[in-house]
């Protein structure tokens, strides 16, 4: 079961990253483009800025949930790793909980009701594209919806490792 929890989490952080490239890609296109319509051009593109930010917006939650993925996110485990193993694994789990229960809570339904709120709110520079803040805020369900399949996925292989300081060599 963990194994096949791994194969999933793997190409859900592979999906994660496809997207990431993708949109630095753009992210610096974009970027680009502002600075040579603003010293070249004498006027700057005014979508730019705005598509920038966006982007920006989106790469940082989609980038942290893709860090859970990998686990590289920050941990502090420093005391943790004084504690007796049985300690360990049981600090950990909490850790992980606690952690599931900001993504569900802030994440999800914090990021859900926002998104829902201003789907009516057109981008003020990109609006005439038919950009809705809605459609940036959605940024944040997206994000814990990942977080959440790799909080779950870490949970689980927590407590079915046989190692008892809850974690497991990849």
Known sequence: MIEMLKKFRIVMCRILETA?????AVLVLVV????????????????????????LIW?????GAAAFG??????????VGKFDPSARKFVTIIG???????????FIMGGSNIAANNMEQLAPALGKYGLKMGHVYMALPISGVFMILFMLEQVLETLLSKESNGKEAD
Do not use: C, N, P
């Open 20 to 24: 990431l490239i993708f949109a630095v």
């Open 32 to 55: 680009l483009w502002g600075v040579f319509t603003r010293y070249v051009m004498s006027e700057q593109a005014k979508w730019s800025e705005e598509l920038a930010r966006f982007l």
């Open 59 to 63: 790469i940082s939650l989609l980038g």
């Open 70 to 79: 990998e686990k590289a996110h920050l941990g502090v485990d420093f005391f």
């Open 96 to 106: 992980q909980l606690v952690v599931l229960f900001f993504a569900i809570t802030i």
